[in-house]
């Protein structure tokens, strides 16, 4: 599947951010999808994902109770809402599409591009 990420920016601390990453493929129903970040000088890492179905989800601790990851399989999307953001969430956002169990590591077999999120302090 191809998938193409957008929405990222340049927002102060607390505010929010929408991700949205549009797929083409016949796969992406079958596919867990997710999204990873590499901030500056760092390996990328995961920050949560999304069953098949679009009813089961996963997030990295460090951004729980914070973001919200859906999937629409309508219109081949999957978002990611990103509220009380931090300096600390600056980094390239990526979505990332694959075989899979949302509650093991997940190592997705497609990626987009990545977008730009900045968080001024």
């Known amino acids: 599947v191809q998938l193409q990420a957008s929405g990222g920016g340049l927002v102060q601390a607390g505010g929010s951010l929408r991700l949205s990453c549009a797929a083409s493929?016949?796969?992406?129903?079958?596919?867990?999808m997710g999204w990873f970040r590499q901030p500056p000088g760092k390996d990328r890492e995961f920050v949560a994902a999304?069953?098949?179905?679009?009813?089961?989800?996963r997030y990295a601790d460090s951004v729980k109770g914070r973001f919200t990851i859906s999937k629409d399989n309508a219109k081949n999307t999957v978002n990611l809402q990103m509220n009380s953001l931090k300096p600390e969430d600056t980094a390239i956002y990526y979505c990332?599409?694959?075989?899979?169990?949302?509650?093991?590591?997940?190592?997705?077999?497609?990626w987009g591009q990545g977008t730009q999120v900045t968080v001024s302090s």
């Open positions: 493929g016949r796969t992406f129903r079958s596919y867990l």
């Open positions: 990332a599409g694959g075989n899979g169990n949302v509650y093991a590591p997940f190592a997705p077999d497609d």
């Open positions: 999304i069953t098949q179905s679009g009813t089961g989800t």
